[in-house]
């Protein structure tokens, strides 16, 4: 088994990942010769999974697993802990933003009682439209799933062995590894990194794939939406009867006609706009539950450069 593990999920990467394992060894090599580093190629369509190859067969520190498809980021995170072995895991990006020179610093400070120690980004290199798309993102998620996350702390991480078990444990298939290592509420420490640059290339998180993110990890983590909107139905309910007990007392008084047809109608509207809007909802979390319902496996391994492809994952 080895002490310390580095699980990253790897998307169109050809350009970085030699500098990328050239750092990582450097760096952990400071900390102990007992580690491995397990790439998780997300079929990005580019050689980044013939380099992970040519980098196991000259290092078997390297531990190389393909995906049969593109299932995302965070499914790449899953896999990666899956088969993974050190009594310590760090978690990162690919794309060198993750700098390997602060792992020292996380470990460290793992050393001092913490099974999760999150890397949090001070300055960020991003653009300024993914910084502001961050925000809103992790503000919101807070808001809804009611989880006090910090929106500094991106995937960049080093957990205990305790936290990988009970992660594997934790099948459902809308994945947040933040919401997951969050919600288990291990002891939890954070300390300021330095951001680094993209090694090259931009970011594959569009508005499109930021807004789905949100969307789909505020359902899998919250049924704040569903009671948002029941609180909304009697708020509308509660100012409809207000509204007809105006009308109703001024015309026992004043004798004065009901008018205001117009009003009438973009009343109905805005109420069958909001009706449709909860079924949706409603409709969402039902069709999240089916998904759930039918155990498909989370991901799919085409590739490996395991001795042994494993068939499933190693579950505790």
């Known amino acids: ?139 919101l998620f807070s808001y809804l799933s009611e989880m006090d996350y910090d929106g500094d702390a991106g995937n960049f991480r080093i957990v205990s062995r305790k936290v990988v078990t009970n992660c594997r444990r934790m099948r459902e298939q809308l994945r947040f590894f933040g919401g997951l290592v969050h919600w288990m509420g291990f002891p939890t420490a954070a300390i300021e990194v330095q951001h680094g640059t993209r090694h090259e290339g931009r970011s594959t998180y569009s508005f499109a794939k930021l807004w789905k993110l949100a969307g789909e990890t505020i359902i899998a983590y919250s049924d704040k939406p569903l009671r948002l909107s029941i609180r909304f139905g009697f708020l509308m309910s509660l100012l409809a009867f207000a509204g007809g007990m105006f009308i109703l007392v001024r015309a026992l008084l004043y004798g004065s006609p009901v008018v205001g047809w117009p009003s009438l109608f973009v009343s109905l509207y805005f109420l069958g706009g909001i009706i449709i809007s909860i079924l949706g909802i409603l409709g969402i979390y039902l069709g999240k539950t089916f998904d759930e319902a039918k155990k498909r496996p989370l991901y799919i391994v085409s590739r490996t450069t395991l001795a042994e492809q494993p068939e499933e994952p190693r579950l505790p």
């Open 1 to 139: 088994m080895a002490h310390i593990s580095v699980v990253t999920p790897v998307f169109r990467a050809e350009g970085c990942l030699r500098e990328l394992y050239d750092r990582l060894v450097a760096t952990l090599e400071g900390i102990t010769r007992d580690f491995e580093i397990v790439m998780v190629e997300d079929c990005g369509g580019d050689r980044s999974w013939e380099i992970i190859r040519e980098l196991a067969d000259e290092d078997p520190r390297v531990k190389g697993l393909q995906f049969s498809r593109n299932f995302g980021q965070h499914y790449g995170i899953t896999a990666g802990l899956d088969h993974c072995d050190g009594d310590w895991v760090v978690v990162m990006d690919c794309d060198l933003q993750d700098r390997p020179e602060e792992i020292p610093r996380l470990y460290a400070k793992a050393l001092e009682g913490y099974d999760v120690v999150l890397a949090l980004r001070g300055k960020r290199s991003d653009s300024a439209f993914k910084r502001i798309a961050s925000r809103i993102f992790y503000r």
